[in-house]
């Protein structure tokens, strides 16, 4: 079966740590994508990143940057000296052919940064 | 530029009655359109999808319904709200098939 998993349900760190949000996705199929997005105690979910199966190139956006690793499967995301702000509920999901291309969520992550 | 809007933001109703959430998209033609739950445990359960007017997938046998009467318009319903409906719902637009999902400010549902 395709799904996500966020194994880590909740993280707590200190203002200016680094933090790593993992996610590992299962699919049968060559071709799909993996998307994250960040949940704001506001609740509207924000689109940070896709990429698809055929691109492993890791991309950086000022303190965000993504790993994809096809070998195991993984894609994470970290935080680079992280702030308050970044305190959010994160989900990782993935798209393929198999369904449709309706995008499956993974359980999310939810960051606490503390001042 | 594109703007979804969902509405309304909070909603109490109590067990039985008829529930109404819209959700309309500007800026944009022919989007995929989505109903999500999240519930308390915070994972997103998708409810129902649209490719096109009329044309509606349901994820998820239950008492809810949708409808698409307009290009970028999407209506979640149901007839008899149960407990279990409550829930913080989110609709989301697409353009075309593995885009990025746009999502709304959701609707919080509380059935007492």
């Known amino acids: 079966a395709q799904k996500v998993t966020q194994a880590q349900t909740e993280i707590s760190v200190v203002e200016k740590e680094d933090v790593t949000l993992d996610c590992v996705y299962e699919?049968?199929?060559?071709?799909?994508?993996l998307f994250w997005y960040k949940q704001p105690p506001s609740g509207e979910l924000v689109f940070l990143i896709r990429?698809?199966?055929?691109?492993?190139q890791n991309e950086i956006s000022g303190r965000y940057s993504w790993n994809f690793q096809k070998s195991t499967s993984s894609f994470n995301f970290t935080i680079t000296a992280s702030q308050v702000v970044d305190s959010a509920v994160y989900f990782c999901?993935?798209?393929?052919?198999?369904?449709?291309?309706?995008?499956?969520f993974g359980r999310g992550t939810s960051l606490i940064v503390h001042p | 530029s594109q703007t979804i809007h969902q509405w309304p933001a909070t909603l109490v109703q109590p067990v039985g009655s008829p529930l109404s959430l819209e959700c309309t998209v500007e800026?944009?033609?022919?989007?995929?359109l989505y109903w999500y739950r999240q519930a308390a445990g915070r994972g997103l359960q998708l409810l129902f999808y649209?490719?096109?007017?009329?044309?509606i997938s349901s994820e998820v046998p239950q008492n809810l319904s949708a409808s698409r009467p307009q290009d970028r318009q999407f209506i979640l319903s149901s007839k008899k709200l149960l407990l279990s409906d409550s829930g913080f719902y989110l609709c989301?637009?697409?353009?075309?098939?593995?885009?990025?999902?746009?999502f709304g400010n959701g609707t919080r549902l509380t059935v007492t």
């Open positions: 989301a637009w697409e353009q075309g098939l593995n885009s990025p999902l746009h």
């Open positions: 699919t049968r199929d060559t071709t799909y994508y």
């Open positions: 990429r698809n199966s055929f691109d492993e």
């Open positions: 999901a993935l798209s393929f052919p198999g369904g449709s291309y309706i995008p499956t």
């Open positions: 800026g944009t033609s022919n989007p995929n």
């Open positions: 649209s490719v096109g007017i009329g044309q």
